[in-house]
């Protein structure tokens, strides 16, 4: 027993403590500023496009403060609050309409809206709108077409002529065999069973001529741009070549195709004619005056030649 001692012993095989050391402070002008703790993943902000640099934006209620992860609301309700029912129609809430359309943010629209269409693009040969004004009668047909073209061309522009078209074009052809020297000598020497066939198959030559020189104007016209119907087109350059060269012919008919002041009048009526034909194609195709004289070149040249110069 005595070699044994009571009493508070030490442990030798525990290892000194060490006094707590200071920490070791950096150099100055190396010392790195403390370092913002990170944000769990799902709850990172980010600044909206547009927002200057190392700017904090405060997180909506409910997701931070119950641990949640917070979810993009386009409309802006704080999670756990009922959303607000997406627009139904082609605009976006005043909170968005400043937002719309730029880069990271969209604009809803109806299935069957065109969010890019300007309104109502006229379109060449699209469906033709509603007529200017109701069907002329004959009469003031042809009154309008020589006092006031423009306004008649366009309410005509919607409806055939055939009718007023045929039939002056057929008696002015008729009539025009008087308007040549040697055809009135001829029609006169001959006998009266000579001279109708000669008469009529000259109205219908000219009606055929005026068929195929409207058709040509027609063409032209459409391959330029315009969208008018051939019909009424047609139609118009006929009664157009025909009442505009009545004052030659009327004079032509008892002075000869050769006389001076024929020859005045061919020129002048010639010249009305381009200015009507370059009327009628801009009113009934909608061109600008340029196309529509260059859609009636071919028809005016041939006029000249054929009519106005006599060499029928």
Known sequence: MAGFRIGRGRDNNRPPQQPP???????????????????????????????????????????????????FDPYGQPHGQPHAQPPQSGYAPPHEASYANNPGHTQAFNFNEDPYSQGGTYQAGAAAAAPVGPRLPWKELLRGIVMRPGP??????????????????????????????????????????????????????????GLLLGAVTHTLARQLGGDGAWQPTVGLSMLVMSLTDAPRLLFAIFLG????????????????????????????????????????????????????????
């Not at 040697?182 to 001529?209: H, M, N, W, Y």
């Not at 009048?265 to 370059?278: I, K, M, N, S």
């Open 21 to 71: 050391q200071a920490p070791r402070q950096q150099p100055y002008g190396q010392q790195q500023a403390p370092q913002a703790p990170q944000a769990p993943y799902g709850r990172q902000q980010y600044p909206p496009a547009g927002a200057p640099p190392q700017q904090h934006w405060p997180q909506q209620g409910g997701a931070a403060d119950q641990g949640e992860p917070e979810y």
């Open 152 to 209: 008649t061309f366009l309410q005509m522009r919607d409806y055939a002529v055939w009718g007023p078209a045929l039939i002056v074009t057929f008696l002015y052809g008729m009539f025009a065999v008087f308007g040549f020297d040697k055809a009135r000598e001829d029609a006169i020497k001959a006998t009266l069973t000579q001279a109708i066939p000669i008469v009529l198959s000259t109205g219908v030559a000219f009606v055929i001529c």
């Open 257 to 312: 195709g050769d006389n001076m002041l024929v020859q005045i009048l061919g020129w002048a009526t010639w010249l009305a004619a381009g200015a009507l034909f370059t009327s009628m194609v801009s009113k009934s195709h909608d061109l600008p005056w340029q196309k529509a004289l260059g859609a009636s070149a071919i028809q005016l040249i041939a006029l000249l030649s054929i009519i106005k110069l006599g060499t029928l």
